[in-house]
C-alpha cells in the first residue's frame, strides 16, 4: 500500500556549515511511497546532496566514485544550462521530488525546481532527474546521462565521441569535416588537441532531457539549432544541426584560455569561427542591420540594454563576432588575443573598444551602426 503524506524535511550537515547558509527545504509530492525503505534512502540520500554546497568542487560524499573519477566537475547538472548553476538559485526556486523510480540497479530521482506567483500560480525553472544506484552497499547519486543514453550510437572520429539517438545515420563526412575543424583550431592557437564528447539530436531539448533537465525553462518554440559547452568536462550538447557544430567548439578550446574575457568577445569568436544557430555571423550581420535600420531611436552607447533581439539573433554574438572579426583583420590572432584580455565586467568592455578601436563610448552607437551596415553590405 502507497503512504501518501506530505513532508517538508530540514535536512542538515552540520553546525557551522547552518551558521553560514540557510538549509536547503525540500517538499516530497504526495504520491511518493516514503515507507518503503529503499526510496526513504534514495530521498534521504537526495536531501544531503542538496544540502551538502553541491555547487563546490570537492570529493562530495554523497556522488558516485565513477562520475567523480570521469568528470572534473561531476554533477553535469551543476553548471550546465543555468549560469551559475541550478544550486545556486534554490532560496528562490525551491525543489519538489515529483517522483522516485524504479529502474536497473537503483532509482531515478525527479525534483521540480520552482517559484509560484503572488496569486499562486507556479513558476517553474526546472525538473532534474539525477540516479541513485548503490555503491559499496550504499546508495550514491550519478548522472542520468548515461542511463539515458545506454542505447545511443556512439562513433569515434578523431578527438570527438559522437553519440546520438540510433535512429539517426551517423553521416561520416560530416564528422570528419568537424574534427578536421578541431584539429585545425588547435593548430591555429598552438594548443593540444583533446578528446570530447559530443551529444547531439534532432532538437536539444532531447539532448538535455538525456542529460537530465527532464524540463527547462525556455524549452520548446519553434525548433532552431542550439547548443552548450561544458568546458570543465569537455562535453558539447547540440540539437537541431549535426554531427557539424563548431561554435561549441571553439567555446571548448577556447573559453578556458581567458577565464576572464568578457562574454561578448568569447560568444562572438565562436560566432565568428562557428556561426550561431545553424547561421554564419554575417547572415546575423545582415539581420541585425536591417533591425538596426528599422529602429533608429535604440541608442548602441547603452550596449547592454539591448540584450535581446529575438529567438534568432543574439545582440551579444553579433557585437561580439563583429568586433572579433575587426580585431583580427586589424591584428591577426594576438589582437584578438588582447581583446580577450581586458576582463569581464562591461566598463571592461567599453575600455576594450577605446583602447582597441579608438572610439569612446559616447561615440559607440554611430560607431556600430555604420560598421556593421558596412559590413552586412559586403
Ligand atoms: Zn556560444
Same mark, same amino acid.
Given at each position: 500500500?502507497?503512504?501518501?503524506?506530505?513532508?517538508?524535511?530540514?535536512?542538515?550537515?552540520?553546525?557551522? @556549515?547552518?551558521?553560514?547558509?540557510?538549509?536547503?527545504?525540500?517538499?516530497?509530492?504526495?504520491?511518493? #511511497?516514503?515507507?518503503?525503505?529503499?526510496?526513504?534512502?534514495?530521498?534521504?540520500?537526495?536531501?544531503?546532496?542538496?544540502?551538502?554546497?553541491?555547487?563546490?568542487?570537492?570529493?562530495?560524499?554523497?556522488?558516485?566514485?565513477?562520475?567523480?573519477? $570521469?568528470?572534473?566537475? @561531476?554533477?553535469?547538472?551543476?553548471?550546465?544550462?543555468?549560469?551559475? !548553476?541550478?544550486?545556486?538559485?534554490?532560496?528562490?526556486?525551491?525543489?519538489?521530488?515529483?517522483?522516485?523510480?524504479?529502474?536497473?540497479?537503483?532509482? $531515478?530521482?525527479?525534483?521540480?525546481?520552482?517559484?509560484?506567483?503572488?496569486?499562486?500560480?507556479?513558476?517553474?525553472?526546472?525538473?532534474?532527474?539525477?540516479?541513485?544506484?548503490?555503491?559499496?552497499?550504499?546508495?550514491?547519486?550519478?548522472?542520468?546521462?548515461?542511463?539515458?543514453?545506454?542505447?545511443? !550510437?556512439?562513433?569515434?572520429?578523431?578527438?570527438?565521441?559522437?553519440?546520438?539517438?540510433?535512429?539517426?545515420?551517423?553521416?561520416?563526412?560530416?564528422?570528419?569535416?568537424?574534427?578536421?575543424?578541431?584539429?585545425?583550431?588547435?593548430?591555429?592557437?598552438?594548443?593540444?588537441?583533446?578528446?570530447?564528447?559530443?551529444?547531439?539530436? #534532432?532538437?536539444?531539448?532531447?539532448?538535455?532531457?538525456?542529460?537530465?533537465?527532464?524540463?527547462?525553462?525556455?524549452?520548446?518554440?519553434?525548433?532552431?539549432?542550439?547548443? @552548450?559547452?561544458?568546458?570543465?568536462?569537455?562535453?558539447?550538447?547540440?540539437?537541431?544541426?549535426?554531427?557539424?557544430?563548431?561554435?561549441?567548439?571553439?567555446?571548448?578550446?577556447?573559453?578556458?584560455? @581567458?577565464?576572464?574575457?568578457?562574454?561578448?568577445?568569447?560568444?562572438?569568436?565562436?560566432?565568428?569561427?562557428?556561426?550561431?544557430?545553424?547561421? !554564419?555571423?554575417?547572415?546575423?550581420?545582415?539581420?541585425?542591420?536591417?533591425?538596426?535600420?528599422?529602429?533608429? +531611436?535604440?541608442?548602441?552607447?547603452?550596449?547592454?540594454?539591448?540584450?535581446?533581439?529575438?529567438?534568432?539573433?543574439?545582440?551579444?554574438?553579433?557585437?561580439?563576432?563583429?568586433?572579433?572579426?575587426?580585431?583580427?583583420?586589424?591584428?591577426?590572432?594576438?589582437?584578438?588575443?588582447?581583446?580577450?584580455?581586458?576582463?569581464?565586467?562591461? +566598463?571592461?568592455?567599453?575600455?576594450?573598444?577605446?583602447?582597441?578601436?579608438?572610439?569612446?563610448?559616447?561615440?559607440?552607437?554611430?560607431?556600430?551602426?555604420?560598421?556593421?551596415?558596412?559590413?552586412?553590405?559586403?
Amino acid at each position: 500500500m502507497r503512504t501518501i503524506c506530505t513532508i517538508v524535511v530540514l535536512v542538515f550537515c552540520s553546525a557551522s @556549515f547552518f551558521a553560514q547558509t540557510p538549509a536547503v527545504k525540500i517538499s516530497i509530492n504526495n504520491g511518493v #511511497d516514503t515507507v518503503d525503505n529503499d526510496i526513504a534512502a534514495v530521498l534521504h540520500l537526495w536531501k544531503k546532496y542538496l544540502n551538502s554546497n553541491p555547487d563546490s568542487i570537492y570529493d562530495n560524499p554523497y556522488w558516485s566514485k565513477d562520475d567523480k573519477r $570521469r568528470y572534473n566537475h @561531476f554533477d553535469l547538472l551543476r553548471g550546465t544550462y543555468f549560469d551559475p !548553476s541550478i544550486y545556486a538559485m534554490m532560496s528562490y526556486y525551491k525543489p519538489t521530488v515529483l517522483s522516485v523510480s524504479e529502474i536497473e540497479g537503483g532509482f $531515478r530521482i525527479r525534483t521540480l525546481f520552482s517559484s509560484h506567483t503572488d496569486s499562486g500560480f507556479a513558476q517553474p525553472l526546472c525538473i532534474t532527474e539525477v540516479v541513485a544506484a548503490k555503491e559499496d552497499g550504499d546508495y550514491k547519486l550519478s548522472n542520468a546521462l548515461s542511463y539515458n543514453t545506454k542505447s545511443w !550510437s556512439k562513433t569515434n572520429v578523431g578527438s570527438i565521441t559522437f553519440i546520438h539517438p540510433r535512429e539517426h545515420t551517423f553521416d561520416r563526412d560530416l564528422g570528419e569535416r568537424m574534427s578536421r575543424f578541431v584539429d585545425s583550431l588547435a593548430m591555429l592557437w598552438n594548443i593540444p588537441v583533446q578528446p570530447v564528447e559530443y551529444y547531439f539530436a #534532432d532538437r536539444l531539448e532531447l539532448v538535455y532531457k538525456a542529460l537530465g533537465l527532464d524540463f527547462y525553462i525556455g524549452e520548446g518554440n519553434h525548433a532552431r539549432p542550439g547548443g @552548450f559547452a561544458d568546458t570543465h568536462n569537455r562535453i558539447v550538447y547540440a540539437g537541431g544541426e549535426n554531427e557539424w557544430y563548431p561554435h561549441e567548439f571553439v567555446h571548448i578550446y577556447i573559453n578556458p584560455l @581567458f577565464p576572464n574575457a568578457h562574454g561578448y568577445f568569447l560568444e562572438g569568436y565562436a560566432t565568428l569561427l562557428g556561426g550561431h544557430r545553424g547561421k !554564419s555571423l554575417s547572415w546575423h550581420l545582415k539581420r541585425m542591420n536591417q533591425y538596426l535600420h528599422d529602429h533608429p +531611436d535604440l541608442n548602441l552607447n547603452d550596449l547592454f540594454s539591448f540584450w535581446h533581439m529575438d529567438f534568432t539573433t543574439d545582440p551579444s554574438k553579433v557585437f561580439g563576432g563583429l568586433l572579433c572579426k575587426m580585431a583580427e583583420e586589424k591584428g591577426g590572432l594576438p589582437a584578438v588575443k588582447k581583446l580577450f584580455s581586458f576582463g569581464s565586467s562591461n +566598463d571592461d568592455f567599453y575600455r576594450a573598444i577605446e583602447e582597441m578601436f579608438g572610439v569612446k563610448r559616447e561615440g559607440l552607437n554611430d560607431f556600430l551602426r555604420s560598421t556593421i551596415a558596412k559590413y552586412a553590405g559586403k
